[in-house]
């Protein structure tokens, strides 16, 4: 195996797009590991990205996240799941585009909210980023990030309608 053919695959995207158990299952196809850039943050900090938002401020967040890129970006054989604001960063966009493929998964609007709506988690771990928050949240910063996430990505996979196994067989199909 060429060192290309290890590069890491990073999955970019809107929170609620599937990103953290897609990662998990192409992984598992591909007989690599996974992580989650979020989670490995929260677990080093030792506090939710809601605290360290509360805290710190999302400038400090921001400089954990690109630190984790940099790290991240070294590895080989590992789907990374990366946050939705991942790519918010020209230095995190031109790391992962240098170290590996980018797989930007999206859905509608619509679903996103939904996603959001019946994960208990996110409300606990993840900061609303405008003061609306909610679909409001949802609509303005996609319509911010879409541009980015397009520039960056390798691939794009909607998930709309399908399970994260269809979506994980998508990506893998396409590597």
Known sequence: MTDKDAAPIFLIGYRGTGKSTVARQVAERLGYDSIDADEEIEHRAGKSIAAIFAEEGEAAFRDLESQMIAELAHLQRYVIALGGGAVLRDTNRKAIRA?????WLTAPVDVIVARLAADPATAGRRPNLTKPGGREEV????????PIYRECATLTVDTNGKTCAQVADEIAANL
């Open 99 to 103: 170290a590996g493929t980018v797989v």
């Open 139 to 146: 609509e303005a910063l996609l319509a911010e990030r879409t």
